[in-house]
């Protein structure tokens, strides 16, 4: 008889912690299959499945390439991979960063939706800015389960307020009950099978590496004026949604919070480098003036002063606004 039994886990900031307590409340005849995500960089040592399998009484091991999955195990994603299932088979992607990561968790929620759709359980915890939104809102859509945690009990709330507003999540839990939960729902028959949307399919095969062509981009958006952070393309705007997302031609996929915090970030910087042009602006039109005046040469040196008061005053203007930007921070 099916159950629910494959249960897909993101986070970031916090969810290490989050997901060893949730691992060490688990039973050991818990017969479901875990798949984790958690954001590492590129060059991680790959020691995520030991901390948690030391916690845990069921086996908890680096997903590889190739795999069939096995039940009452859980998988974790490796370094600068997404981490994907597609039947029953374990598939690392390539494909381009999502939310600025690779492992991402969208890609992983839209790979259980499709591969086994009421089956699914996909889990929110703790994390900065909003990867997983997407990918929860189309498990939804595959008719899989939803659960989140409780944000007044994450570390960084960010994440699960994302999921919330992105759906209609089926249950909010503290860390506490979650694995008491999570045996209720794997315990439980599935609902229904869905048809599974053409465009989740797609995005999926991004995350595999596949090829991305100009075609498939507008199978999912429209192009509007704004440019990649990664590859400097045009982005489109992904028609489905909350939460508001893009996607490049390359593939680079971003959610609207996402973005603009990279954007902002790119401000600062440009504001900063401005800033140093102006001040050494200064600088060098202050030594020239002076080298005027030592000349003789006191119109020009006059005409050099109202350049460096110019040049202070831009750089005054410059300096307010970065002390603006950080105070928002």
């Excluded at 759906?167 to 794997?186: C, F, G, N, Q, W």
Aim: include cysteine; proline fraction near 5%.
């Amino acid at each position: 008889m099916n159950r629910r039994d494959i249960i897909a886990i993101g986070g970031s900031m916090g969810a290490v912690d989050a997901i060893r307590q949730l691992c060490r409340d688990l039973p050991a005849d818990f017969a479901a299959t875990m798949f984790i995500v958690v954001h590492v960089g590129a060059d991680g040592q790959n020691l995520l499945a030991d901390i948690f399998d030391a916690q845990s009484p069921i086996s908890i091991s680096t997903a590889v390439d190739g795999e069939r999955f096995q039940r009452g195990h859980g998988y974790v994603a490796p370094a600068d991979h997404h981490l994907l299932v597609i039947d029953d088979v374990v598939r690392l992607g390539r494909g381009p960063r999502e939310n600025l990561a690779r492992p991402a968790v969208d890609p992983l929620f839209r790979s259980v939706g499709i591969s086994f759709g009421p089956r699914t359980i996909a889990v929110v915890l703790s994390g900065l800015l909003n990867d997983g939104a997407a990918g929860v809102a189309d498990v939804k859509r595959c008719g899989g389960i939803t659960v989140v945690q409780n944000p007044a009990d994450a570390v960084a709330a960010e994440m699960p307020w994302g999921a919330l507003r992105a759906t209609d999540i089926d249950y909010r839990s503290p860390l506490s009950e979650m694995a008491a939960l999570l045996v209720k729902l794997a315990a439980e028959e599935p609902g229904p099978a869905v048809e599974i949307p053409a465009d989740i399919r797609a995005e999926v095969e991004i995350a595999l590496g596949r090829h991305v062509g100009t075609d498939i981009i507008a199978q999912l958006g429209d192009p509007v004026p704004l440019s990649c952070p990664a590859c400097g393309g045009v982005l489109s705007q992904v028609r489905r949604g909350p939460p508001l997302r893009f996607r490049c031609q390359v593939g680079h996929s971003y959610t609207a919070e996402t973005l603009e915090n990279e954007k902002e970030g790119s401000v600062d910087e440009a504001l900063r480098v401005a800033l140093r042009i102006m001040e050494e602006r200064a600088v060098l039109t202050e030594k020239m003036a002076e080298d005027a005046r030592r000349s003789g040469r006191a119109a020009a040196a006059g005409s050099y002063d109202e350049r460096v008061n110019e040049s202070r005053s831009y750089a005054d203007i410059l300096r307010r606004a970065i002390d603006k930007s950080a105070r928002k921070t």
